[in-house]
């Protein structure tokens, strides 16, 4: 079993930033590819961004390239998303997940976390 715990979500003007941070406990983090994904009200979960489990390959979906960074600490079992430049669409609930494989994780993650609200006015 991985636990999956996000932190740094809140309300932010467009135009601003919020970094997203998700801490791992439980099964060893550096062995998962970790990702993010997110879903807005009336709307299905979509992905954001992932990262390998030696953070060489990252992955991102075309909305949020440029402007949204993921990085991964595996000393600190904590993955992060740096987010920038936001727009109200952008409003979500913010997911973490951890998968085995980079393809798994964006396409079938095995965990995720419990979720943070992030709510950009425009």
């Known amino acids: 079993q991985v636990q999956l715990v996000e932190s740094g979500g809140g309300l932010v003007q467009a135009g601003g930033s919020l970094r997203l941070s998700c801490a791992a406990s439980?099964?060893?983090?550096?062995?998962?590819?970790m990702g993010w994904f997110r879903q807005a009200p009336g709307k299905e979960r979509e992905f954001v961004a992932a990262i390998s489990w030696g953070g060489g390959s990252t992955w991102y979906a075309d909305s949020v390239k440029g402007r949204f960074t993921i990085s991964r600490d595996n000393a600190k079992n904590t993955v992060y998303l740096q987010m920038n430049i936001l727009k109200p669409e952008d409003t979500a609930v913010y997911y973490c997940?951890?998968?085995?494989?980079?393809?798994?994780?964006?396409?079938?993650?095995?965990?995720w976390g419990q979720g943070t609200q992030v709510t950009v006015s425009s």
């Open positions: 439980g099964r060893t983090f550096s062995n998962y590819a």
């Open positions: 997940a951890a998968g085995r494989s980079g393809n798994m994780v964006r396409t079938t993650p095995g965990y």
